[in-house]
């Protein structure tokens, strides 16, 4: 999918834990709390669906109920920062909460925010709008049930930073788990692109220990997930007591999972031996989101992004000859500062060379206190809409060009979600492309094996070849 730009790059559809699954109640500081209902809301990328789900799970060890959206007694807008008009969105959502509350006769539900927002403006949030209870962190939320607790006599704020302490707090993962599955194993960055607010809300880099890590991906493959996906906001940045990131695709390979991936990655960190495991770890699917931002060496270099596009070209071509099928994908900035037209052609040369299988693309958008937001060569709103344009125009071409050479192609599908029609199932090839399929007798979860037969530009259509999932 090529995402517009002003929302975040989309998450993958997760279905929420089922909530059967009744956990003994996680203890919480701040003693006995009555159930209330719940809804959490993610408005941002797959980490902060991950933490949606952690926050989900934690509120429900303490004996919270989830419910929908209308009918919560509590709510957690997890707000995502990293373009324009975040704070907003937050803001405007707030009020519609506590209008429907007074419009149905209801008293307001308890509203927590959470997410990169929170962390970015803290106490300023519930200042300006005294209807939000609770503003908390990315790296406090394990303490939310607590906070849920408290909530009602004013505004609580929690945005310490206490690296990755809240793993360790947090309650065991759901014993249901979707087939598809997150598991955040890097947080922070310390690149500093000069355009990006995540070190600053996410803060410095850091990895979580391989014991914990295989814990929660055994707890996932248990509660049902096929697929793990290894997420870090600079995820091959990865090291921790001398193992390398690649070293860690092979202890989850390992536990004998089927699928695994990982998300987001710096070309800088694409290392030899995580080239090596493309080709060497079976488990790893043929596709890489791999950033370059832009295709000039000028912007590149004023985006402190620390190489150039040949690095990136070179990077590229190790990735297809230890994996010829890899299906690739980027993220774009568009109108970055001082960009030109000769600036913008090299990016739009790039892309077409490189051939993604999907992209997404933003218009620079200034972020309060990263360097480029100071800059005196912003490029005037007219000029990025018609660049991002062109550039989205090319992308959707070569993602419909990359489908509809998969057709002919026999492939295996995990079934993801159910379909609009009966017996329709939606899964993801291993290129993660959206495949659609009848499969009367099938489930969510199982791994069919598809002729792909139709494409166009957001998915395709599969066959199955045996009417029988794999056996597991
Ligand atoms: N303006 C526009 N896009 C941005 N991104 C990050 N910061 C900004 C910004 N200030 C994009 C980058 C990044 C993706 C997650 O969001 O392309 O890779
Ligand atoms: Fe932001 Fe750059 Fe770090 Fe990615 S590598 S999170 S774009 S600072």
């Known amino acids: 999918m090529t995402a517009t730009d002003g929302s975040p790059p989309p998450a993958q559809p997760q279905g929420r834990p089922a909530a059967g699954a009744s956990a003994p109640p996680f203890s919480v500081a701040g003693g006995e709390q009555k159930s209330?209902?719940?809804?959490?809301?993610?408005?941002?990328?797959?980490?902060?669906?991950?933490?949606?789900?952690?926050?989900?799970?934690?509120?429900?060890?303490a004996g919270h109920v989830e419910a929908a959206d209308a009918d919560a007694d509590i709510i957690v807008l997890n707000s995502c920062h990293i373009r324009e008009k975040a704070a907003e969105k937050i803001y405007s959502e707030v009020g519609r909460i506590r209008h429907r509350a007074e419009r149905a006769g209801r008293?307001?539900?308890?509203?927590?925010?959470?997410?990169?927002?929170?962390?970015?403006?803290?106490?300023?949030?519930?200042?300006?709008?005294?209807?939000?209870?609770?503003?908390?962190?990315?790296?406090?939320?394990?303490?939310?049930?607590?906070?849920?607790?408290?909530?009602?006599?004013?505004?609580?704020?929690?945005?310490?930073?206490?690296?990755?302490?809240?793993?360790?707090?947090?309650?065991?993962?759901a014993r249901r788990v979707p087939p598809s599955a997150f598991l955040t194993v890097q947080e922070g960055c310390d690149k500093f692109c000069a355009f990006?607010?995540?070190?600053?809300?996410?803060?410095?880099?850091?990895?979580?220990?391989?014991?914990?890590?295989?814990?929660?991906?055994?707890a996932l493959i248990d509660g049902g997930a096929r697929e793990l996906t290894l997420l870090g906001q600079n995820v091959n940045a990865w090291g921790h007591d001398g193992r390398t990131f690649a070293d860690l695709l092979h202890a989850v390979a390992d536990l004998g999972i089927r699928r695994l991936r990982y998300t987001t990655s710096h070309p800088r960190d694409m290392d030899k031996t995580l080239i090596a495991a493309h080709r060497d770890l079976p488990a790893l699917m043929p596709y890489l989101h791999l950033p370059v931002q832009s295709g000039s060496d000028r912007i590149l270099k004023a985006m402190n992004r620390r190489h150039g596009a040949d690095f990136y070209r070179a990077i590229i071509d190790r990735v297809r000859a230890a994996r010829p099928d890899i299906a690739l994908s980027s993220d774009f900035i568009v109108g970055f500062p001082g960009e030109t037209d000769a600036d913008f052609e090299a990016t739009?040369?790039?892309?077409?060379?490189?051939?993604?299988?999907?992209?997404?693309?933003?218009?620079?958008?200034?972020?309060?206190?990263?360097?480029?937001?100071?800059?005196?060569?912003?490029?005037?709103?007219?000029?990025?809409?018609?660049?991002?344009a062109a550039l989205q125009a090319q992308l959707a071409a070569d993602q419909t060009a990359f489908n509809r050479a998969s057709i002919g192609r026999r492939t295996t599908i995990l079934l993801e979600r159910e379909g609009k029609l009966p017996g329709q199932f939606i899964g993801k090839s291993p290129w993660l492309q959206s495949v659609h399929v009848r499969a009367p007798g099938l489930a969510i979860g199982d791994l069919v094996t598809v002729d792909l037969v139709n494409a166009t530009q957001s998915s395709l259509e599969g066959q199955p070849v045996q009417q029988m999932a794999e056996a597991w």
Do not use: W
């Open 196 to 218: 990006c607010v995540v070190p600053y809300t996410r803060g410095a880099e850091a990895s979580r220990a391989l014991p914990a890590i295989l814990d929660e991906a055994r």
């Open 107 to 173: 008293a307001k539900p308890v509203i927590a925010v959470a997410g990169c927002v929170a962390q970015a403006e803290g106490g300023e949030m519930a200042r300006r709008m005294p209807a939000i209870d609770i503003v908390v962190g990315p790296q406090a939320y394990h303490s939310l049930p607590s906070l849920v607790a408290r909530a009602g006599n004013g505004a609580i704020v929690e945005t310490g930073m206490p690296g990755l302490a809240k793993f360790a707090a947090l309650p065991p993962r």
């Open 36 to 61: 209330r209902s719940f809804a959490v809301r993610s408005f941002g990328c797959q980490m902060n669906v991950y933490d949606s789900e952690r926050m989900a799970e934690s509120l429900r060890a």
């Open 348 to 388: 739009l040369k790039l892309a077409a060379e490189m051939g993604y299988a999907q992209a997404y693309s933003f218009k620079y958008s200034p972020r309060l206190g990263t360097p480029a937001a100071d800059s005196a060569d912003q490029i005037p709103e007219e000029v990025k809409d018609a660049r991002l």
